[in-house]
């Protein structure tokens, strides 16, 4: 019989920046970390690592997320690093981390082998709040001295490629320039940008990301957005490099401290860098300002004098809708998203395909909020029938023939968990320390925690098969399916943005496929059921818990689903 080791348990995390550090970095860390670990009687049984990794991100480290997933389960007890910044250089990140250690009993120590302290933690995200801005200021100087030199830090746009061996520099690319001179040559005859793309999609022409992503599907189909630049207006046709203009420093991008999303802000005209270079001009100069004469005017047009969108308040447009991320396209099955907004302020979807790059004909857009409220009318006649449960049984039948346990499918919730993980920390840190009333940070709270649990039993029944789950030959599925179908109907009725109402929605109804109509008809529209979910009928968990059921984000089965209405 083996007997436990009475040392601790440790494990170490190596991380290394893609800016300034090697890979060799990585080697270096482990070695001495491993040599603390010796010094200080401790046994080593995990090693987690993250390279060319940001310490400014955490939902994109995967071995930071295991890390983290090692701490809640408690499976060691002690986390060696080379430095606390190898963990984040966010200071609210390295406290935050700090009370979530300490609450799960786990210690942090650094190459000194010393445990670090609160007074540790401290001076090391003093030290993180002064060197930021410090590295900021040099990283900037540096780009700027660049340009001013003709060079271009970062990526290349379309028409051009690196310089071999001149790391900055850039050439003009002949094939991709001669897409741009057509681009703008169309655009200046009066042709929309969303016709533009949708030519070149057909006619097989590789976009812009298709050249610089081959490896990534979807990136071989033109968007308008990158010919028009969306709002800051930096598409091909408001960049001033085809006239061989270098202009730097004119947006900086700036975190949200309460939502860790980036906005780009545009800076002071005084800070602008701008650099001509006649070697890269790819677009004569009467041609731009063609262009640019076409757009104004369009602008104007469009939105009136200012040429600026007028926006009004609008109903969040986002996952607070039972419909979104639900709708499929009746002709091309693709996504629909939302891409208007009603006259009372409410969502309206329309194909992605066909509002975004022009390659389907379906370009109705339908109000959401309708066509959920039709959704839920046929709902309670079709489910409640018996002839619905008999279509249950058959559609489970079906679906139990198939391999339910797909590594990819897995693999896909293990990230969607690790990410909800770190949201919901974040969070919670958030609200600990807000200033105002954090009433939206609890909102997103909550909807990030029934999610999880959805998640969790997603992988649990994808991992253990049936257990728990009443067969639809049990003497009690039909008071429980119609007890669980009768919930969500009322639901819908009363509440349907209501967190447990939404994912019930979801787990029940796997896609709505739209169809093409006139304009003032009734809409036409087929839903189809997920059969995990009807196998499992646990739509919301009992006694008034969170709903812990399969969430429809993740099970695609549109051809094998059973239709609730047509």
């Known amino acids: 019989m083996a007997i436990a080791s009475p040392n601790k348990r440790a494990v170490i995390y190596a991380r290394y920046s893609s800016d300034m550090q090697k890979v060799t970095s990585i080697d270096g860390q482990l070695l001495l970390c491993r040599k603390v670990a010796a ?32 701490v809640r389960k408690q499976d060691f007890d002690v986390i060696i690093v080379e430095h606390f910044d190898r963990l984040s250089r966010d200071p609210a990140t390295i406290q935050r981390l700090k009370q979530v250690f300490e609450f799960n009993r786990v210690e942090l120590m650094d190459q000194k082998g010393v445990y670090a302290t609160a007074t540790d ?27 001013n030199n003709g060079r271009i830090p970062g990526s290349y746009a379309y028409g051009y490629r690196p310089r071999p061996g001149v790391p900055g520099e850039r050439m003009i690319d002949e094939s991709e320039a001669k897409i741009v001179r057509r681009i703008f040559i169309e655009y200046t005859a009066g042709r929309s940008t969303r016709d533009i793309a949708a030519d070149l999609t057909r006619e097989g022409v590789a976009s812009p990301g298709a050249t610089r992503h081959k490896n990534k599907a979807g990136r071989t189909t033109w968007n308008h957005q990158c010919i028009t630049g969306g709002r800051h207006g930096r598409g091909i046709i408001g960049n001033e490099l085809y006239i061989g203009e270098i202009h730097w420093n004119v947006r900086s991008t700036i975190l949200n401290p309460e939502t860790q999303k980036k906005q780009k802000r545009r800076n002071p005209e005084e800070r602008h860098i701008i650099v001509k270079n006649a070697e890269l001009r790819i677009i004569p100069q009467a041609l731009w300002d063609s262009a640019q004469k076409v757009r104004n005017e369009r602008a104007i ?43 009372n302020g409410g969502p309206r979807a329309a194909c992605a395909n066909a509002h975004q790059r022009g390659t389907c004909e379906h370009t109705r857009s339908f109000d959401m909020d309708v066509l959920l409220k039709d959704v839920a009318e046929k709902m309670e006649v079709r489910l409640l029938s018996p002839k ?16 339910q346990r797909k590594d990819s499918e897995c693999s896909n919730l293990e990230r969607r968990r690790r990410v909800l993980n770190a949201e919901i920390e974040r969070l919670s840190y958030a609200i600990a320390n807000s200033r105002r009333k954090p009433d939206e940070l609890i909102k997103r709270l909550d909807e990030c925690d029934v999610e999880r649990e959805t998640v969790e039993e997603r992988l649990r029944l994808l991992g253990n098969g ?41 787990n029940l109804v796997d896609c709505i496929i739209v169809h093409p109509v006139r304009k003032r008809m009734p809409y ?33 089965n549109v051809q094998s689903g059973k239709s609730v209405s047509s």
């Open 524 to 556: 036409e529209y087929t839903p189809y059921l997920n059969a995990a979910a009807l196998f499992s009928m646990k739509l919301f968990s009992e006694d008034g818990e969170k709903s812990r059921t399969i969430s429809t984000a993740y099970h695609d």
């Open 466 to 506: 049936v257990e728990n789950v009443i067969p639809f030959d049990h003497p009690k599925f039909g008071d429980r399916y119609r007890s669980e179908a009768k919930r969500l109907v009322t639901g819908l009725k009363i509440n349907p943005k209501a967190i447990e109402t939404r994912i019930a929605f979801r």
């Open 301 to 343: 047009h469009m939105f009136g004098p200012s040429g600026k969108p007028r926006r009004r308040p609008v109903v969040p447009r986002n996952n607070e809708h039972p419909l979104a991320g639900v709708l499929r396209c009746g002709v091309c099955n693709g996504r629909m998203r939302i891409a208007q907004s009603s006259r």
């Open 388 to 403: 619905a449960i008999e279509e249950a049984m058959r559609a489970w039948k079906e679906e139990r023939k198939k391999d």
């Open 121 to 147: 933690i401290s001076i090391a995200s003093l030290y993180n709040t002064i060197y930021k801005p410090q590295l900021a200021d040099k990283v900037r100087r540096g780009h700027d001295n660049a340009v």
């Open 39 to 70: 010094r200080n009687d401790l046994d080593v049984v995990g090693e987690f690592v993250d390279a060319a990794k940001s310490g400014l991100t955490e939902d994109t480290r995967d071995g930071y997320q295991r890390l983290l997933n090692g």
